[in-house]
C-alpha cells in the first residue's frame, strides 16, 4: 500500500506537484555550493522559470465522430475552454445536429507561467434541460513551453517579426475517470512572449 503500511491503505491525491531537476558536477562554473535559504523567489533558478504573462492563443478548427448525446443519435455541440477561474465559450455557438461540427474558433487569452497551466477544451451537448459533457481533453501549457521538443515544432516557419507556425494537433476527447472515445478535435495552440503577440 502506500506509504509502505501495506494492506488496506487507500491513495489520496490531494495536489500536484511539477519540479525541475537540475544535476551538475560539483564546483562547476556557475553552480552555486549550496541553495539559498530563500529559494521561494526563484531567482537561483535562472529566467526559464521565472513567472511570465504570456499570450496563449487557441484555434479549435473540427470535430469528429463525437459521441451522440441525443436520442435522435446527434448532437448540437459547443466549445467550453477552461484554465483555472477563466472560462471561455458559449452554447449560442452551438453547431446543429452534427457529430462532425466544424467549430473554427479563436479563443485568446492572458496566462502566468509557471502558475495554473492546464488548460482543458471541452465539448458540450446543448440541451434544452442542461448542457452534457460529450469529452474533454487537457493540455498543459507549462509542459509545451518547457519542452525543447515542442518549441522546435514548427521553428523552421519563423519568419522576422512572427513566432513559428505550429502544426495542427489531433486530440482525443473522453470523459472524466474513463478511457472511453469520446471523438476528436483537431486544434493548434500558440504560447507567445507578450512581444511576440
Not at 490531494?14 to 523567489?41: C, H, Q
Request: proline content about 6%; aromatic content about 8%.
Amino acid at each position: 500500500g502506500m506509504f509502505g503500511f501495506g494492506g488496506g491503505d487507500v491513495e489520496h491525491v490531494t495536489g500536484r506537484v511539477k519540479a525541475s531537476v537540475r544535476v551538475t558536477k560539483e564546483g562547476a562554473p556557475g553552480t552555486p555550493d549550496r541553495l539559498p535559504l530563500d529559494v521561494g523567489k526563484g531567482a537561483w533558478l535562472g529566467t526559464e522559470l521565472q513567472s511570465k504573462i504570456y499570450c496563449v492563443r487557441l484555434f479549435v478548427l473540427e470535430g469528429f465522430q463525437l459521441a451522440s448525446e441525443d436520442a435522435n443519435g446527434s448532437s448540437d455541440p459547443w466549445l467550453k475552454i477552461s484554465i483555472g477561474a477563466k472560462v471561455f465559450g458559449s452554447r449560442s455557438h452551438a453547431k446543429d445536429r452534427t457529430l462532425h461540427p466544424k467549430f473554427h474558433q479563436k479563443f485568446e487569452f492572458t496566462q502566468e507561467l509557471p502558475g495554473i497551466s492546464v488548460l482543458k477544451i471541452s465539448v458540450m451537448d446543448k440541451d434544452a434541460f442542461g448542457d452534457d459533457l460529450i469529452g474533454e481533453t487537457e493540455i498543459d501549457l507549462e509542459q509545451r513551453l518547457y519542452s525543447p521538443a515542442w518549441q522546435a515544432r514548427g521553428a523552421g516557419s519563423v519568419t522576422e517579426g512572427r513566432a513559428p507556425l505550429r502544426p495542427l494537433e489531433h486530440r482525443r476527447l473522453s470523459l472524466p475517470g474513463h478511457g472511453q472515445h469520446r471523438g476528436v478535435v483537431s486544434l493548434w495552440l500558440d504560447i507567445l512572449t507578450l512581444p511576440e503577440a
